[in-house]
């Protein structure tokens, strides 16, 4: 990609390649968005916007192209000038829109703020204008200014909450005006690999989690060997972890250990609690989830201990569907 600035036109075709550009401006273009139309920039420093908009390019895009695609390293942080985009997940083997970007909005910012590959895909919906940053310079300018990176770090979070809770099972049955509330209220935490999220046995169950980034893996302790580990699971982003307990109301049934850095966001007991009872759909969906991951792990022990002793660790600790939880 030539690092003059240029104007890129999509001929609307469906490849996940990045746009290819024809170039149409000169060196000396310099572009005049600001904070009054891009909110997050307000942050920036007079000589840090001046830089911004000397190394910016547009690109113009047809309908239907994908700007970024889940898993790509993003090269440039994007403000929307016009048009509207719209953003995919993909989650187990279905895909779910999750949220759209309209004028004035930038996106990308996770992947250029971590160096990592994209939570989602971004495509035009309507013919869309855009402008583009380098992410290398954008992570310089983040690196000397707090504000702005904590500016750019909210966004991240608040939108990879998000989509998380948009495709996860159990989320996506409550009301988007609850999620709404979910992401108002909810926290955001970093573990590295290696770090243990919760232990089996512990009984400290205020919370439950959803993964935001990353990925864990979830055991449960040989019952003959304690040098040896069951493995029941493995988490990643939108899935859910926690909430058997929330269900039976015991310590943890099994380990959870973070296998590369986990972003997660923590969601309280009492506040799943109050939407089990509220929401019947969202009580009978936990429960279910509960219920399956028990099912899973009792298969896991059959082959270990006899089908009783599994029985009475796993499926034997939910009790029994309460009327609130049923659809």
């Known amino acids: 990609m030539s690092d003059e600035p240029t104007k890129e036109t999509s001929t609307g075709d469906e490849s996940t390649e990045e746009p290819s550009m024809s170039a149409e401006s000169s060196e000396s273009t310099h572009f005049d968005f600001d904070a009054k139309s891009y909110p997050v920039l307000a942050v ?28 790509q390293v993003s090269p440039h942080l994007y403000l929307v000038q016009s048009g509207l985009l719209g953003v995919n997940k993909r989650h187990g083997t279905e895909i779910f829109e999750v949220g759209s970007i309209t004028p004035g ?12 590959p994209a939570g989602a ?25 707090e504000r702005f990176n904590r500016s750019i770090s909210q966004i ?9 809770l948009a495709v996860n099972p159990i989320f996506a049955t409550l009301p988007q005006v609850v999620r709404e509330v979910a992401l108002y209220n909810g926290q955001f935490m970093t573990i590295n690999a290696g770090d243990v999220l919760m ?34 699971a493995r988490a990643s982003s939108g899935d859910e972890i926690g909430e058997i307990s929330v269900i ?63 029985q009475a660790r796993t499926i034997g600790t939910l009790p029994p569907l309460k009327k609130t939880d049923r659809s």
């Open 105 to 116: 909005e930038v996106f990308s910012e996770a992947s250029v703020l971590y160096n990592s």
């Open 199 to 232: 232990s089996e046995g512990n009984a400290d169950i205020r919370f439950m989690f959803i993964v935001l980034a990353g990925e864990a893996e979830i055991f449960m302790q040989h019952p003959s060997d304690p040098k040896k580990k069951i493995i029941v």
């Open 44 to 71: 920036l420093f007079p000589d840090e916007l001046h830089f911004f908009r000397s190394i910016a390019t547009t690109v113009e895009l047809a309908a239907d192209v994908a700007v970024l695609t889940e898993g």
């Open 248 to 310: 039976t109301g015991k310590p943890h049934a099994a380990t959870v250990v973070a296998t590369t850095t986990l972003r997660l966001m923590v969601l309280n007991n009492d506040s799943i609690q109050a939407w089990r009872k509220r929401y019947s759909d969202f009580g009978y969906a936990i429960y279910a989830c509960a219920q399956h991951k028990l099912q899973h792990s009792m298969e896991a022990l059959r082959n270990i201990v006899d089908d009783k002793e599994a």
């Open 156 to 164: 991240a979070e608040r939108r990879s909450a998000a989509s998380a």
């Open 121 to 145: 895909e971004v495509r035009t919906v309507e013919p869309s204008v855009l402008y583009q940053i380098p992410a290398e310079q954008v992570r310089d300018v983040l690196a000397s200014n």
